[in-house]
């Protein structure tokens, strides 16, 4: 039993984070979970990235104020250019987290049958309802209250 657990800590677990144009909440997502991972001193289990279903945004950084959210709350935040997920990306994954009901859709356009590797973020904070979209509502507290509670929901399922 000692030998498998050695072995299933050996194996890092490959998480990203989806939104529609990878600017605002996948990648606030995605740095959060690297902050919340790394204060438990568990970066090198896991591999966390963010992506979008579109590419409208392709190629740009974190959107400015979702950037100051971050620094707000006090999240390390590296260098983010935005970009599309690919089928060969998907396939790569173990888990895939969507922040809303249309990013399921669009995700399915993109791979395909989706399988059992694809969640809803709050789902992970115990509601079925979508993360709030900060591109349309402004509010980017709420934003990053829903994130956080995602993250914090899914890393205790994962350290389990």
Same mark, same amino acid.
């Given at each position: 039993?000692?030998?498998?657990?050695?072995?299933?800590?050996?194996?890092?677990?490959?998480?990203?984070?989806?939104?529609?144009?990878?600017?605002?909440?996948? !990648?606030?997502?995605?740095?959060?979970?690297?902050?919340?991972?790394?204060?438990?001193?568990?970066?090198?289990?896991?591999?966390?990235?963010?992506?979008?279903?579109?590419?409208?945004?392709?190629?740009?950084?974190?959107? !400015? !104020?979702?950037?100051?959210?971050?620094?707000?709350?006090?999240? !390390?935040?590296?260098?983010?250019?935005?970009?599309?997920?690919?089928?060969?990306?998907?396939?790569?994954?173990?888990?895939?987290?969507?922040?809303?009901?249309?990013?399921?859709?669009?995700?399915?356009?993109?791979?395909?049958?989706?399988?059992?590797?694809?969640?809803?973020?709050?789902?992970?904070?115990?509601?079925?309802?979508?993360?709030?979209?900060?591109?349309?509502?402004?509010?980017?507290?709420?934003?990053?209250?829903?994130?956080?509670?995602?993250?914090?929901?899914?890393?205790?399922?994962?350290?389990?």
């Amino acid at each position: 039993m000692a030998i498998f657990t050695q072995i299933e800590h050996m194996y890092m677990k490959k998480i990203m984070f989806l939104c529609h144009g990878n600017i605002c909440r996948s !990648p606030m997502a995605e740095y959060v979970m690297k902050d919340l991972v790394a204060r438990k001193g568990l970066s090198d289990r896991f591999e966390i990235t963010s992506g979008a279903v579109s590419d409208e945004e392709w190629g740009n950084p974190i959107y !400015p !104020p979702a950037q100051r959210k971050l620094r707000e709350k006090g999240v !390390p935040f590296g260098h983010h250019s935005a970009h599309k997920i690919s089928k060969a990306e998907y396939d790569d994954k173990d888990m895939i987290i969507v922040m809303d009901r249309s990013n399921l859709r669009w995700l399915s356009r993109i791979v395909g049958d989706l399988d059992g590797k694809v969640h809803m973020m709050m789902e992970f904070a115990g509601q079925s309802r979508d993360v709030a979209d900060p591109w349309y509502t402004g509010d980017f507290e709420q934003t990053y209250r829903d994130v956080l509670a995602g993250c914090e929901g899914l890393l205790k399922i994962l350290e389990q």
